[in-house]
């Protein structure tokens, strides 16, 4: 990897960060904020399909992706 490559990590989390609060969310949080040369893809296992985030989001974290486990229709 050359310098100019940026590390793309994916960050998954079950009932915690950014839609819960609590010490996983805090530290995912701190992780996301603190390395701002990596960039993070966050993919939360959620309970329903519109939970609301707690946390402001890293201007490194590039993308959010929801995965509700019921609230969608079948």
């Excluded at 609060?21 to 966050?42: M, Q």
């Excluded at 296992?45 to 519109?50: I, Q, R």
């Excluded at 402001?56 to 929801?66: G, T, Y």
Aim: charged share 15%.
């Amino acid at each position: 990897m050359n310098c100019q490559e940026r590390i793309s990590v994916l960050l998954t989390t079950e009932g915690t960060y950014p839609f819960y609060t609590g010490g996983v969310s805090t530290w995912c949080h701190r992780l996301t904020h603190d390395l701002p040369h990596i960039d993070f893809t966050v993919l939360a296992v959620v309970t329903n399909p519109s939970p609301q985030s707690k946390y402001d989001l890293a201007p490194n974290v590039r993308e959010l992706i929801k995965v509700p486990q019921w609230g969608l229709l079948q």
